[in-house]
């Protein structure tokens, strides 16, 4: 039996939206075992997001036990989950979210501004990441210089600088044309066959769940069932 | 330091904002310069009398009416008084009114018996002074302002003395020598000076004669100075021509103040200036963080705690307010040669660069912590759904 490095029990969410409250996550029970590359899918609205958010630790649950990489995210403070992030998990966004003004570097180095680590050992480690990626070339590239499978790339070596076990992916591939986007599921695919990390992407397209280990489908708050995909 | 790669590149991520932002900021800061120079020179004017063994005697009701030159023998008779010399105000100019010249008619044996020690004057020079009676000694930097040399006529128009002879405003001496201080701190004020004798101007002038402008007295012990002002002032008392007697540096304070409370004008303008500043770097800054409200939240998510989000909001700030402030006060030091043309004694104040910064910090704290506090209070998953 692999280590499991995200468990959840009884995992309840609410929000609050005025005087209403807003149930998203009723009672989830997930495990996800060290190395594995999960697809969330599900219609809008159905809690997908708001469980990426709770494994990468930028939200917290209303109750239940969060377990992720053997640490109880539920019993943290908001600062003591900006510094687990920052040495625990990667995020990949739909938009990059990269910094406009940096360049590709700049942006991948931003992790490594949280360590103390030297300027110099800031950049080579950047550079080894966009190299892996295999987008050394346009380091020095700002975003708006870059194609969207470029930018993404970046945001994936800067998910990847500071070596997290885990990334979490929001709709990685929803705004790339079908050839970057298989391009960056195959480079995630590596990421996880090759080098060991745990990946978690949500997505709608069924094309982008094939590249996981696992799908997980969810509607109203809840998993619907757990099959295994070949890859 | 490692984090001012980021903060300089979120300055220029509008190039034209920051660009009038900081412009705004560093003409407040040259005002702030130029106008607590002025300020400055005003609450500690420099005389050229420096010494806290020094009185100067004017008339006790304005400094404009004069006194007569018989106080000067009663004066003398003061126990503790060691030396007096008299003076009155020439109001000299040359060629044209804005070439203001301090030309002082002096009663050179006693002048320089004052002011022993303070004039850097050869022997020659002070000899051919002493023995031209329309002689004067002008002070080297004005000598060099307007490239007078040695030997040639000066012609100089008083604002105040006609001559006895025809009427005229305008007076002619001959340069016969120049002279320096020796205190750096007086060459300003004394850098438009030009000194002759006092003879040529009583016997020449049309009116006034016997008469003096003020009188300046060395005492020979300074902790007396209170109680041999009070002695002199009490030799006029209930005459037609009372006197006042005070500090050398008390009555250029009051010399100053002749023109009003300047300082309460230059700092309530610069007040002012401030205050505005703090309103519109303020809103630019507010504005700044609130455009990069998705950007924030990815600091964020990749670990920032709040505390950094706080720092990185006050450094770039600070990075504004301190670079514009540097621009603004290396600016206004450029600026005192020209103010020193038309106010005399204005020299920079040792306070001006640290104080200056001082304030550039102040500003920068109050303008940074709003929205860094916004910036605090950013709740991640929200602002990242913004961005979706």
Redesign the interface.
């Known amino acids: 039996m692999s280590e499991t490095i995200v468990s959840l029990r009884n995992v309840v969410k609410h929000y609050t939206r005025g005087k209403q409250d807003v149930p998203v996550l009723d009672g989830l029970d997930l495990d996800i075992a060290k190395g594995e590359f999960v697809a969330l899918m599900g219609p809008s609205g159905s809690g997908k997001t708001t469980l990426l958010n709770l494994i990468g630790g930028l939200d917290s649950p209303t109750s239940g036990e969060l377990t992720v990489a053997g640490e109880r995210l539920d019993r943290m403070s908001s600062g003591q989950l900006a510094r687990w992030r920052a040495h625990h998990v990667g995020f990949v966004f739909q938009f990059y979210n990269l910094m406009p003004m940096l360049n590709a570097q700049r942006n991948v180095e931003l992790p490594l501004l949280l360590t103390h680590l030297s300027a110099s050992q800031r950049a080579a480690n950047a550079l080894a990441a966009l190299t892996l990626v295999g987008i050394a070339d346009r380091a020095k590239h700002k975003p708006s210089e870059l194609s969207g499978g470029q930018a993404q790339r970046v945001a994936i070596a800067r998910a990847l600088v500071a070596d997290a076990p885990l990334l979490v992916c929001d709709e990685p591939t929803g705004d790339l044309d079908r050839k970057s986007a298989d391009e960056i599921l195959h480079l995630l695919q590596i990421l996880n066959r090759e080098h060991g990390k745990t990946i978690v992407i949500v997505t709608h397209d069924p094309k982008a769940a094939e590249f996981g280990s696992r799908s997980l489908h969810m509607d109203k708050g809840a998993l619907l069932d757990a099959g295994t995909l070949a890859a | 330091m ?2 001012l ?2 903060l300089w ?2 300055l ?2 509008k190039k034209t904002r920051t660009i009038f932002t900081l412009l705004s900021v560093a003409i407040a800061f040259l005002l702030f310069g130029a106008l607590g120079t002025i300020d400055d020179t005003f609450e500690n004017p420099r005389t050229g009398l420096t010494g806290v063994d020094k009185l100067i005697t004017t008339n006790k009701f304005s400094l404009t009416l004069l006194l007569p030159f018989s106080d000067v023998q009663q004066i003398a008779t003061v126990p503790g008084v060691a030396v007096v010399t008299w003076i009155t105000w020439f109001g000299a100019y040359y060629q044209e009114s804005k070439n203001f010249v301090f030309a002082l008619p002096i009663d050179t044996p006693t002048y320089f018996d004052l002011h022993k020690d303070e004039f850097v004057v050869s022997d020659a020079e002070m000899a051919a002074f002493r023995n031209t009676r329309a002689g004067v000694l002008v002070n080297s930097a004005l000598m060099k302002k307007f490239g007078w040399h040695v030997g040639q006529k000066l012609p100089l128009h008083s604002t105040i003395w006609t001559q006895k002879s025809d009427g005229s405003l305008d007076w002619t001496f001959d340069i016969v020598g120049t002279f320096a201080v020796k205190d750096a701190t007086q060459a300003g004020q004394q850098a438009s000076t030009v000194l002759f004798h006092y003879e040529l101007f009583d016997e020449g002038r049309s009116f006034g004669k016997g008469q003096v402008g003020w009188l300046e007295e060395r005492v020979i012990d300074p902790s007396q100075s209170g109680q041999i002002a009070q002695q002199i002032d009490a030799l006029f008392a209930n005459s037609p021509n009372e006197t006042k007697t005070q500090p050398a540096k008390d009555f250029a304070m009051s010399f100053v103040k002749q023109f009003g409370d300047v300082g309460f004008v230059l700092r309530a303008i610069l007040g002012a200036v401030f205050f505005t500043l703090l309103f519109l770097t303020g809103n630019t800054m507010m504005q700044s963080v609130r455009e990069r409200t ?2 924030l939240a ?11 989000v706080v720092g990185l909001v006050i450094g770039e700030s600070l990075l504004l307010c301190l670079l514009a402030a540097a621009v603004g006060l290396a600016a206004s030091y450029t600026l005192i040669p020209v103010i020193r043309s038309v106010l005399q004694g204005v020299m920079t104040p040792p306070w001006l660069m640290p104080g200056g910064l001082g304030l550039a910090v102040l500003l920068a704290l109050l303008v940074g912590t709003p929205p860094a506090l916004r910036a605090m209070r950013l709740n ?2 929200d602002a ?1 759904m913004e ?2």
């Open positions: 490692k984090y790669p980021l590149a979120n220029w991520r998705p950007e990815v600091l964020k998510t990749l670990g920032f705690s709040d505390a950094k991640v998953v990242l961005k979706r």
